[in-house]
């Protein structure tokens, strides 16, 4: 792919007003955007006179989020890394933020990118890798895991009740040498699983495959643990998920922090896409947000 593209054409940032009022961006105020992406999120908090640190995995992400904000660079700073590496490093230097961001999963330029594999049309090697941090691309877990340990995957990040039959067939795909493309795996899996359903057979085995190559959960846990120590008294916290998986560990570390006094307020209900936002972006509508507010009390354990 030429890099003479759009950044702002590659991905349409998500809950991009919700995301603005509850961060409440402002003139010097210190922003963390864990999952910078195409920068959509970054540049309007940019707009809006916030100092922003972005991290991305994504060394392709990085390079047009800085083309694309390139106006800004007495504001704007790019860390390489995992967001839960670099946000443990900045907690142990003792880096304060008024607001943390964390849009989760993948854009829709990789996902479009058929040659990393992500998307189930994609001919190229099943890699489902978004970047730095990875131990396995999608066909070397395969290949690494017996059938038990596959069809666990499947089951634990997939919540697909059909695992075990799906992990005998990719084994055997794998054996017979007619497994390597993203569409060859999509293939395997739609052909042991019966019945249609609005998603596609083989989609909760991708979504299951891609969590555990990118330890999309390790990595959220990390963030949760660590965001009380990021953020400065009375600071912001909004995550994005877009599955259940992560929506429950966000939804009871907010809830959790609460009853602990860690945080001062946090979203009662999950806050999601409105009727215009959902017919001009489709990706959209499985977008959960949820914010929190850091107390102005700051505990000795939660800083230790
Ligand atoms: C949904 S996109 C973010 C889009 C961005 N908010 C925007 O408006 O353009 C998620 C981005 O976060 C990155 N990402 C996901 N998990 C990550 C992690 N654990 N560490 C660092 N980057 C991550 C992905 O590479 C991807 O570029």
């Given at each position: 792919m030429p890099d003479a593209v759009d950044p702002a054409a590659l991905h349409q940032p998500v809950l991009l007003a919700e995301v603005i009022e509850h961060l409440a961006p402002a003139s010097g105020k210190r922003v963390l955007d864990c999952t910078l992406g195409l920068g959509g999120h970054s540049a309007a908090l940019l707009a809006a006179g916030a100092v922003i640190v972005g991290i991305d995995r994504d060394e392709r992400a990085r390079t047009l989020a800085l083309g694309r904000l390139s106006a800004f660079t007495e504001r704007f700073s790019v860390r390489a890394g995992t967001f839960a590496a670099v946000a443990e490093e900045l907690a142990d230097a003792g880096e304060g933020f008024d607001a943390v961001l964390a849009d989760l999963g993948v854009s829709s330029m990789q996902l479009d990118d058929e040659s990393r594999g992500f998307s189930m049309r994609s001919i190229a090697p099943a890699d489902m890798r978004m970047g730095d941090g990875c131990l396995d691309t999608a066909l070397s877990l395969i290949d690494r895991l017996d059938e038990g340990g596959l069809a666990d995957v499947i089951y634990r990040f997939g919540e697909e009740r059909l695992?075990?039959?799906?992990?005998?067939?990719?084994?055997?795909?794998?054996?017979?040498?007619?497994?390597?493309?993203?569409?060859?795996?999509?293939?395997?899996v739609r052909a042991v699983v019966p019945g249609h359903t609005h998603r596609h057979p083989a989609a909760r085995t991708f979504q299951a495959l891609r969590i555990a190559i990118n330890d999309e959960l390790g990595e959220?846990?990390?963030?949760?643990?660590?965001?009380p120590r990021l953020l400065k008294a009375q600071g912001r916290a909004v995550v994005i998920s877009f599955h259940s998986l992560e929506d429950r560990l966000v939804k009871n570390a907010f809830r959790e922090g609460r009853a602990r006094g860690i945080y001062d307020e946090c979203a009662r209900r999950v806050v999601v896409a409105g009727e215009a936002e959902l017919s001009a972006n489709p990706r959209a509508g499985s977008a959960k947000l949820r914010w929190a507010v850091r107390s102005s009390l700051v505990q000795p354990e939660v800083r230790a």
């Open positions: 695992s075990r039959r799906i992990a005998r067939a990719l084994k055997q795909a794998r054996l017979a040498g007619t497994l390597e493309s993203a569409s060859e795996l999509a293939a395997v959220l846990e990390r963030l949760l643990a660590v965001l």
